[in-house]
């Protein structure tokens, strides 16, 4: 294990570098990244980049999101979630379904979105929970997101507690969802509990515990469906494959015109050699005619 993509488990009460610090002490490799920040009481997916891969993590870390919840209702905290101070509480009284249908579909697709005061993200230097923590205001900036899928699971049955799914777009804050849920239905409204259960193709169900890793590195087990190897790495978007000669000119650094290539110009590509082999990422400069040919010019390129 040296170039490839690891799925983790991710336990909670521990940061998603936490996580990075303990693969590279189990590894014996200091090469390794993540690809998408879980919160410290967060679990479940977390991808690796080790090796080669952690030049591929800008291009995986945009993948889609898929979670699965619990937000209580009847609460508000200064972090959105149970872990912070409780600032209100509401009188909870029940739910119409209809009702609550209503404003979760109303989430659905782009919108503008706040960070949460209590989270890593930074301005001038600075994460936003080491304002929140002075005292200070954090900034109001908000980010375009998007959600594809935000619904409450079946057998729900109106309590304070609400089981969920959400899809969503890369960046989003489930924390600032729960609250703005609470708000637009009059309620304080708070994340219990998240675990991500899929980034892009990559699935939970696949992903190993950090203490049955270490287990079967030291007893030189397999790691099986855990491990994805470096060739084999899917990436969001199409690959085409090179001869001999276009090889070398991406070796290079030079660019390669291709047939039977799909896509538009300013798209990437993953450029696999005869053998199979991942040698770079390129992206289209230019299309010829009105066939599938076109010039790629390489990107990233692995020796």
Known sequence: MKDGLLLIDKHGGCTSHDIVASARRILRQKKIGHCGTLDPTATGLLLLTLGRATRLTRFLIRAPKIYEGSIRFGLTTDTYDLSGQVVAETPYEGIDRAQLKLQMDSFLGEYLQT???YCAK???GVKYYELARRGEE???EKKEITIYDFHAKEGWDGEKDLE??????????????AHELGQKLGLGAVLDRLRRT?????????????DELRRRIDSEEEIGSAWVPFDDIPL????????????????HGQTVLIRELEGREGDWVKVLNRSQRFIAVG??????GTGNVGVIQPKVVFQ
């Open 115 to 117: 960070p949460p005061p």
């Open 236 to 251: 969001p978007f199409g690959e085409v494959v090179a001869d001999p000669q276009q090889e070398r000119r991406i070796q």
């Open 198 to 210: 899929r980034i892009g193709n990559f699935r939970l169900e696949d992903a190993i515990e950090l």
């Open 138 to 140: 954090t900034p109001q």
């Open 122 to 124: 930074k301005v001038n």
């Open 164 to 177: 969920f799914v959400l899809g969503c777009s890369s960046g989003t804050y489930a924390r600032s969802l």
């Open 283 to 288: 992206s289209v400069v230019e299309r010829i």
